[in-house]
C-alpha cells in the first residue's frame, strides 16, 4: 500500500496547490465511467464532429499509399518510372519499388518526430493548418515528376506532412472525447485510411485505359482536392483541452469544452479538475516530457505496448495482403482483374472498419486485436500452402479470395483497434511524443517490409508470389505471441485509472478484471483533515 500513501500525501498537497476540486474531479470522472455510447454523443456530438474532421487528413495518406503501391502494376507508370526487360516487359525494379515505397514513411518519420515537439509546443490544431498549407506545394512535384529520383524526392516531402497527420488524428480524437467515445473516435482515423484507399482505387480503375502520363497524373491531381477545404474547416476547430490544462491555460480550456459538448460552465471546471488531477497523477509518478522520458520508469511498458501494437499491423502481413495488386498480377491475374479485385478489397476494408465499431462495444481491445492478428497468421500460411502446392487458375483465385477474408479479418481488428490503443495507453503528459514514436516504430518496420517483400515477389527476385505468405505468417505469429503476454486490457478505463494500474506494475491479463478507485482515499482523508 506504499503506492497509495504516496498518491494520498502528494495529491491532496497538489489539490490545495492548484485549487482545482477533488470532489468535483471525482464526480466528473465517475460520470465519465458510467456514460453509455448514446448519452455520450447526444452530450458531446460536437466533439465527435471535431474529431471526425481533424481525421479526415488521414484520408490523403491512406490515398498517397494506395496510390504508390497499385502504380508499380500501372502500365504507363512502368514505361516511366521502370525499364523493360525482355522477360516481363516494362517493369519498376525491385530496389526502385522499395525507395519509393520508402520515400513517404521516410518522411512520415521526420515529419512524424517533429511533430512531438511541434504540437507539444504549438497545439494539435496549429502545426495540422501548417502541414495542410505545405502540402498543397508539395503535390506540384509528385504532378510534374519525370523521374524516379524526383519523384522519391516528392515522396519524401510529402511524408513530411503525412507524419504530422498521422500522428494528430489519434491523439487529438483521444482528447477531445469522452471515455464512451474514445474508441470509437481513434478506430475513426482507420476508417479515413480506408477511404483513402478506396478513393485511390476507384481513381487508379477509372484512369487505368488512359494509355500516357496522365493516367498517373491525374491520380496525383485529385489530392489538391483536400487541403484548401481542410484549412477552412480546421481552422475553426478548439484546441484540446487536455492541452489547455497541460500548459496551463485553464480558461482557454473551459473556452474549449464548450466548443466540443452541452455541458455547463459549472460541469466544465468539474471536467477541468479531472484532467488537473490526472496530470497529477502522472507527475508524481514521473514529471519528465522529453522523447526519452519514454524510455523511463513507468512509461518504459507503456511505450513498449504503443509501439509494438503499431508495429503489429506490418507484421500481421499488411504489405502483402493489404494493397496486393502487384502479388495478383504475378500470381498470374489479369491488369484488368487485379484491379478490380483491389476496388472491391478496399471497400470490404471500410465495411471491416465500420463492424469494428459494432464489435468495439462488446469486446475489449485486447480479444479484438489478438483474435485478429490469430486469424490474419491463418490466412497466409493456407495462402502459401495454396501457392507451394498447385499453380491453376482455380488456386490462384483461391489465394485472390483468401486475401480478401485476411483484408476483413485485418479491417474489422487489428486496423482499426491498434489506433485506440495506442492513443489511450499512453500517458497524457507524454501522449503527443508517445503517438509519434508508435507510428514512426511503425514506419520503421514498413520500411523494412517494403525492402523485403518487393525481393520476395518480384518475378527478376526472388519470385515467391504466393509461398511469400509463410514468411509473413511467421511475423504474424510472433506479433500474437506477444500481444498474448504483453498486451493489457484498457476498456472502460479511464486516463487517472490507467496511471495507477501501470504505476502498480498490474500483469497485462489482470487488467481487466482488477478493481479501484483513484479518489477513495484521497476523498477520505479530505474528510478526516476537515477538507470536505
Known sequence: METDDKFRATHIEEAGKHGYNIEGAAEAAAIERTQTIWQALKENKKAALWSALLSMTIIMEGYDVGLIYQFFAYPSFARTFGSETPENGWQVSGPWQAGLSNGASVGIIIGGFANGYLSQKFGYRKVVLAGLFFLNWFIFVLFFATSAEVLLVGQILCGLTWGIFATSAPAYASEVCPLALRGYLTCYVNLCWCIGQLVAAGVLYGCLKIDNSWAYRIAYAVQW???????????????????????????????????????????????????????????????GSTYFDLFKGVDRRRTEIVCLTFAGQVLSGSTF?????????????????????????????????????????????????????????????????????????????????????????????????????????????????????????????????????????????????????????????????????????????????????????VPARKFAGYELDVYESELTEMRKNGHD
Request: charged content about 15%; proline content about 4%; some cysteine.
Open 321 to 505: 495482403a493489404y494493397g496486393p495488386t502487384y502479388f495478383f498480377q504475378q500470381a498470374g491475374i489479369s491488369t484488368d482483374d487485379s484491379y478490380g479485385v483491389a476496388v472491391g478489397g478496399t471497400g470490404i476494408a471500410f465495411v471491416g472498419t465500420v463492424i469494428s465499431w459494432f464489435l468495439l462495444g462488446n469486446f475489449g481491445r485486447r480479444s479484438l486485436y489478438l483474435t485478429g492478428m490469430c486469424l490474419c497468421c491463418l490466412y497466409l500460411l493456407l495462402i502459401g500452402i495454396i501457392a507451394a502446392t498447385s499453380t491453376s487458375a482455380g488456386a490462384r483465385w483461391a489465394q485472390v479470395a483468401l486475401c480478401l477474408v485476411w483484408l476483413f479479418t485485418y479491417s474489422t481488428t487489428v486496423g482499426p483497434i491498434c489506433y485506440t490503443i495506442i492513443s489511450e495507453t499512453s500517458s497524457i503528459r507524454l501522449r503527443a511524443k508517445s503517438v509519434c514514436l508508435s507510428r514512426n516504430i511503425y514506419n520503421i518496420t514498413q520500411i523494412i517490409a517494403n525492402i523485403i517483400h518487393p525481393y520476395l515477389i518480384n518475378p527478376t527476385e526472388l519470385n515467391l508470389k504466393g509461398k511469400a505468405g509463410f514468411f509473413w505468417a511467421g511475423t504474424a505469429l510472433l506479433a500474437a505471441t506477444w500481444a498474448f503476454f504483453r498486451l493489457p486490457e484498457a476498456r472502460g478505463r479511464t486516463y487517472e485509472e490507467l496511471d495507477v494500474l501501470f504505476d502498480r506494475k
Open 225 to 287: 482536392a483536400w487541403p484548401v477545404p481542410l484549412m477552412a474547416i480546421i481552422w475553426f476547430a478548439p484546441e484540446s483541452p487536455w492541452w489547455l490544462v497541460r500548459n496551463g491555460r485553464t480558461a482557454a480550456a473551459e473556452k474549449a469544452l464548450s466548443k466540443l459538448d452541452n455541458k455547463t460552465a459549472e460541469e466544465h471546471m468539474k471536467t477541468i479538475a479531472q484532467m488537473q488531477h490526472t496530470l497529477d497523477i502522472e507527475e508524481s509518478i514521473s514529471s
